[in-house]
């Protein structure tokens, strides 16, 4: 029996101004997670892409254009209140996606998993994926799969899991060992590859991990909209879609505004109200 | 018996009840749901105890270390090895996908040989004497010198022994297919003096002004690179690109100086002329320069700022301000290499660039350029020559470069063999039909390729070579990086299929041949021939994976020659008509030259790169006409026509088309090949005098609606 000594909140934080969009992480998560590949993917609707990197304009001509690489795993959302209700979660008719109280991770289990697609359409970040077909592997190539994921069949959705198998396995030395797991024990598969150092992971409740010191998560409800927890008090970082208050434990960092900005659809004047408020000053937690 | 109403009834509820109570019933929709839930077919990776291995990554010249996890040993994920000199944890997609290589379905699976249009599967034995009996053939003809080489990269013990081969056969015929390496040593001997080549040291510069170079795109050592640019904001270094597109560096850099491609040669030339009319740089032959007073008279004639203005379309008054911040820096570099540097570079570009450096003092300085030695940790026994080896030694070389071999072989012929390793240039080089159609003219191809790419496709006996990680190899570093490290790659696994350590197909090959060649190979093996010829640094590169050669920056300050940019040698305009000039677009996410991509990073292309078979070509939509943004249309150039998908992309330079290099690929692997347009194809070698490089990085085309 394992047992939790502490609740965790595993989270990352992307610096977007050092990714350089050059896919390291997509293809690490790809082959961590077993992910197959067909012979065109270039319809990126049913391209299965756990960790997918988008890219964003500032819409100015050149040479005032600026692109903004923005790597999307799923997102982990807390919900509501960050209770644990998140979007998909709250729709699965199966219970094979759920909420990990003890680390915060949304997990996804492909066996009980039917197929009603419940959970994509519920999901605002586009980061489930259907298996619209078995997967295939070029003769020989079932040879590299890793045994810590299984692979998916025909008819399940799947998506980012942050790597829960490393979790596990660092859960378990560290309990063999009699001790709490270290930050750089666990760190999921895109954020050991970049090669820019972009992606920052560890524990949202830990004061001492480097995620938790760039975020600053505020463990208070935003005042002016109790949906929202744990809003980051670093001025740079910012979360997708953050107002619809599915609290996501993946944060985004960037020093340009408009960056900051393209994290949600604002109205007219609304970016004026949000962009200089944060998370309360206090610090907390 | 009579069925009445009351045994009908009882007879009924009985059923009911039986039913209601038998196992059955429970035991069917168990037994359903399990069956439901089984995927016979989705395969259950094998569990067991997860191992760790080192080894360092050959496929591009990176030469990073990896981290191999395997489970019962069975390698299951590639990632970058933590503490390496070079990459320091971090890793590319390329290297990640590596396992997929050695799966790959192009992957030849046994030693072949042409029979008529079909390869025919063969045994190594045969093989051997095969190639051997053909090459005894060639040398008791009297032509040894018939014998040619085409290798991808000359450093590290495997180029050694390959020219070793050609030198105690007795040809002079190795040529090297174009890589950023290759171009620095081309310069270094240009201008500084040969044997040496450039390392710029991104790490410590607080002023790197690129020309062109798609420094986090692949250029150089791509992962060094990248972390080099990753930690400029914490160094407060500058990064100012000289470029005609938005590239993914342009757009990380501070600053972006939009030229005409192709004229960067001319912006570099022009900041010398600043530096030499502004600033107190004396015109001196000082440190032993060669010719500094001819060119300094050059660039006070022909490089005025307004001059350079004409040429670039880079403002005058900004060409002054950007000589001044560069030379006002406390450690600035300039780095050469369109793209990824290696296809369609030129001398005088790569020269003017150094020169620059040069007359900025940033040669041989922290944080400048470093004119590097070679890395001199290997010690070969001289050769054997026997009297065919003597004969052929002393005669000419065919051609000055691979572009100039080509141009030759069309022609005329003159090889009756060729051999070629690590080199794809039916696809690399530009205009691979003229590419290909040279290669018909030589009689007999030998291949050690490990995928039946396209130039193996056109080879007569293929000798399977084993992938990196499948063998023990040393990696030389090179390519731009300021330090020299020499890694040991290891076999992470045993060979897959039947193929063998190219060295060993090689030592085996010489010892079927006799003779002084035989002698000239008596190790056992490749292996056997490793540890001896790094002697020196054997036990430390084997027990630690790696050996650093030199990170510092070298003594003294080497002189400068510049003779050749003097000499005003011929700027290389882009050939052909056309209202448009096409270039190609290096992506990181693609990989370049002879290396293919593997099916993950193909998978991570944007669809605005690659949309189903089509290339999507970048265009300025104020330059567009009537073409609009997805529309399919025809790209014509003076080498060939393609249907091509167009991406309005507003970071391009209006008349500039751009089309991503890496796709187009021919062969057997239906998750790489036949996608999109392979640029090579479009673009026509110029060859550029003095130094043999092909130096048309653009072409002039014409674009129409399909």
Redesign the interface.
Known sequence: MIENKKVHKFGMVVDLDKCTGCGACMVSCMSENNVPFKEDESNKKDSITWMRVYKLTNGKSFPETEIVYLPRPCQHCGGIGDHGHSPCVSVCPATATDYGYDTGIVSQIYTRCFGCRYCMGACPYHARYFNWWDPKWPKGMENYLSPNVSPRMRGVVEKCSFCYHRYQLAREQAMIEDREIEEMEYQTACTTACPAGAIVFGDLNNPAHKVHQIVKPDPHPDPMNHKVVGKSRNPKVFRLLERLGTNPKVYYMSDREWVRKAGDNYLKGEWENVKTHHGASSSHG | MKIDRRSFLGLGLGAAAGIALSPVGVKLTDDSSIWT?N?P????????E?TYDRSVCSLCPGACGISV?K?NG???????LDDHPI?N?????HG??G??Y????ARIKTPLKKNGNKFEKISWDEAISLVAQKLGEIRESDTPESLGLITGADNGSMSRLFERFMGAFGSPNTYTMPSLESNLALTAAAIHSADRSLGFDLDHSDFILSFGAAI??GWGS??AC??A??SR?ERKAKLVQVDYR?S?TA??ADK?I?VKPGTEADLALGLCAVLLAKTQISTNTLYGDVNKLAFAAMLEKEYTPDKVEAITGVKAADIEALAMEFIKAKAPVAVPGKGRGDVGQSLREFAAVQALNALAGRLNKEGGVFVMWPAGYLNFPENVMDAAAEQGAGKAKLAGSVNELVDKLEKDGGLSALFIYNANPCYALNNPEKVKAAMDKVGFKVSFSSFMDETALRSDVILPASIFLERLEDVVSGAGLAKTVVGLCRPMVKP?FDTKHPGDALILLAQAMGAGIAQSFSWESYEACLEEVTEKIWDTLSDDGYVVIDDKPPVGTPATDFTFLVSAPKVAVPMGEGDYTLVPVDK??LAGGSMTSS??????????V???KYSVVEI?PTTAGVLKDGDIAVLKTAMGTAKVKIGFN????PGVIGMPRGLGHAFNN??VAG?GVNVNDLIGPVIEPGSGLDAAFGIKASLSKA
């Open positions: 839930q995927w077919w989705t395969p259950v990776p094998e569990d067991g997860i996890r489970i069975r390698p299951v994920k590639i990632e970058g990459n944890g971090g890793a590319c997609l990640i996908s396992l997929q050695l799966y790959d379905p986090i795109e791509p992962v990248i972390q640019n990753a904001r938005l993914n757009n990380a972006i939009a897959v990181m996410r099916p993950f990073a193909v998978k991570t292309v944007s669809d605005t690659l949309s189903g300025n507003e970071g391009i330079l239906p998750y996608k």
